[in-house]
């Protein structure tokens, strides 16, 4: 009976935390069309979604900020969700979605498309195919002869990503002039050029989908891989469904804002410490706050030193650096 009620309590405070986070990701939105070179108050806004408010104000809600503020979201859940199971998998919570490398892949290619004179399309193309080939290579080569583990893979990860980084270095010393300011937004994260939201909010759903099945395998994966497996867990299928929907998303991320840090690593924490550590509930809840994070993130970036514009890269090293020693004072405290 005790179980019971400790049960229906925690998924009633769960449910409570996902209604709580669903509203500021609705709220985090609604700013971000609010807010800009020129603002709009909220009946004005309103006419304007329900198609009703024509001329400039619905140029600039659905032309401009709504797209982007979409590419936010979705970005910014796929980089939580990522998160969150980058850590599950490696059981290391210094992990985010880029500990393997996959960013820098995606960076070089990129980057490489970009010296070419690429257009937009081309560079995110090459910049997926970029994530996609260091996925499979670091899986291959952490493997060698025997079955991979979590301390090679993340071993292997970290190898290849350093070796991505020389080669972005190169690129970055060979690149025109003319091209350089664009490579380095790339870099550090940039929704301004981002493409249609569609991708990245289709992905997040679709990563949503196919790892709370598997939720309550990941509590039982959290307290080891043996007592995993003495529990009925089938871990070595388990730990590559969680790598390559993890790289997976990542490489979808990366391709439609470039690389943002912090988001897949502060969010996870701070998810564990509302809502704890039953996947069930914090899969979803890392998604929204992530998709939430990254909108008030690029709405600060294009505000802040407006008419200019900032890469949302910087601002979330500017608030996650801070954001994460906090939460991790805490955690030690405790």
């Known amino acids: 009976m005790q179980q019971d009620f400790e049960r229906i309590a925690g998924i009633r405070h769960g449910g409570l935390w996902l209604l709580g ?21 909220g009946k004005i806004l309103f006419y304007v979604l329900r198609g009703e408010e024509p001329g400039a104000a619905r140029d600039w809600v659905l032309g401009l900020r709504l797209p982007r503020a979409l590419a936010a979201f979705g970005s910014g859940a796929l980089l939580g969700l990522a998160g969150t199971l980058m850590q599950v998998l490696l059981r290391n919570p210094l992990a985010d979605p880029y500990v393997l490398g996959i960013s820098g892949g995606a960076g070089a290619a990129a980057l490489g498309a970009m010296v070419l004179g690429w257009g937009a399309l081309g560079v995110n193309v090459a910049a997926f195919l970029g994530a996609v080939a260091t996925m499979l290579a670091v899986v291959w080569l952490a493997r060698g002869n025997e079955a991979w ?20 270095s190169l690129l970055l010393a060979l690149a ?23 991708w990245s909010l289709a992905a997040a759903v679709i990563g949503l989908a196919v790892t709370l099945p598997a939720a309550r395998h990941l509590n039982v994966l959290g307290l080891g891989e043996t007592t995993a497996f003495t ?38 924490h701070a998810v564990r410490l509302l809502v704890g550590n039953d996947q069930r509930v914090a899969l979803p809840a ?28 910087v601002v979330t090293a500017l608030i996650g650096v801070p954001a994460f020693l906090y939460l991790f004072s805490r955690r030690v405290a405790r």
């Open 231 to 268: 529990l009925g867990v089938p871990v070595a299928r388990l730990r590559w469904h969680l790598y390559l929907t993890a790289s997976l998303l990542t490489a979808v991320a990366v391709t439609t804002v470039g690389s943002v840090g912090f988001v897949g690593l502060v969010v996870p």
């Open 21 to 41: 986070l669903s509203v500021l990701a609705v709220a985090a939105l609604w700013l971000s069309l609010s807010v800009g070179s020129a603002g709009l108050d």
């Open 176 to 198: 025109p002039d003319a091209r350089l300011r664009g490579m380095l937004f790339w870099l550090m994260g940039d929704l301004g050029s981002a493409g249609a939201p569609g």
């Open 286 to 313: 890392s998604a929204l706050a992530g998709g939430a994070g990254l909108v008030l993130a690029d709405t600060l970036a294009r505000t802040v030193v407006a008419p200019q514009q900032l890469p949302v890269g």
């Open 149 to 168: 583990t979590s301390t090679r893979l993340l071993l292997t990860g970290v190898m290849v990503g350093a070796g991505w980084g020389a080669v972005v």
